[in-house]
């Protein structure tokens, strides 16, 4: 009976691990895509204008509440009581990924175009797009172990390791700002050349739930480093870079 139990469990963290990296990869692909093309009304649902916007609203509300309750720590505390703490990541990867979906899914387009761009500036904002693209994985890249999917802490529990703990360290686009992943996606945001009323409604509302992320995300990090986070603060901007050439020693 104890080996059945054990391949049951690992059975189901196999599982999730997939369904994980699965869902993680498609949305963000998704996601990717709609920044760049805009709606792709794939489902009409024949509103009219303002009920189209309140949709569109409610859809990116949806995904707002479901990060703020699923990152909150009384959140986890609840879950932990159902769930290995190992698999929350991935949970909330799962549930991210599958309102993602929804809003590129269900996003409805809007008939009215508030600006557009054409010629050259038209393909430098399409540069800007695909460079903000690498950036984000330079960033990524950058912090080494980070883990955007929550797959670690699966894979630490199948090997009976313990996941292992990021530490304080300045490397790549952290040298410039303090929050370039944040800085890369509101490039990326803000680089779509035809800006109807339905992507200028999606760039606002994400542009300011990013503001929020970053406060919050200082909070955290002063937290889990104190005093090294502060002196790097008071050095580093937290998004728009100051020098095209960052002085290491003060890093």
């Known amino acids: 009976m ?13 599982t999730l691990l997939i369904i994980t990296g699965l869902i ?36 990116c509300l949806l995904f707002f509440i479901q990060h703020s ?32 979906l929804a809003i ?8 009215h175009t508030f600006a557009a761009a054409d010629g050259m500036f038209y393909w430098l904002l399409r540069g800007c797009y695909f460079l903000s693209i690498a950036g984000f994985v330079w960033g990524n890249m950058a912090l080494g172990s980070f883990d955007s999917f929550g797959l670690n802490p699966i894979l ?9 703990q990021l530490d304080f360290t300045v490397r790549g686009p952290y040298q410039w700002v303090r929050h370039p ?25 994400f542009t300011t739930w990013m503001m929020v992320g970053m406060l919050m995300e200082e909070r955290y990090m002063i937290a889990s480093f104190g005093e090294a986070y502060l002196n790097y603060r008071k050095k580093v901007p937290m998004l728009v870079p100051r020098y095209i050439c960052p002085d290491r020693n003060k890093t």
């Open 2 to 14: 104890a080996i059945i139990h054990n391949f049951s469990k690992r059975f189901a963290a196999y």
């Open 181 to 205: 992943l944040y800085f890369f996606s509101l490039l990326m945001i803000w680089s779509c050349p035809d800006i109807t009323m339905d992507r200028l409604l999606f760039n606002l509302l």
């Open 24 to 59: 993680g990869q498609v949305s963000l692909m998704a996601l990717g895509l709609f920044l760049f093309h805009g709606s792709f009304d794939l489902v009409r649902l024949g509103l009219g204008e303002t009920a189209s916007l309140g949709l569109n609203t409610c859809l």
């Open 156 to 164: 630490s529990y199948l090997r009976g390791t313990q996941p292992e």
């Open 69 to 100: 309750i699923m990152v909150r720590k009384s959140y986890r505390q609840w879950l932990s009581r159902f769930v290995r703490k190992e698999f929350h990541s991935a949970l909330y990867t799962i549930a991210s990924g599958i309102v993602l």
């Open 104 to 111: 590129v899914l269900f996003w409805q387009k809007s008939a």
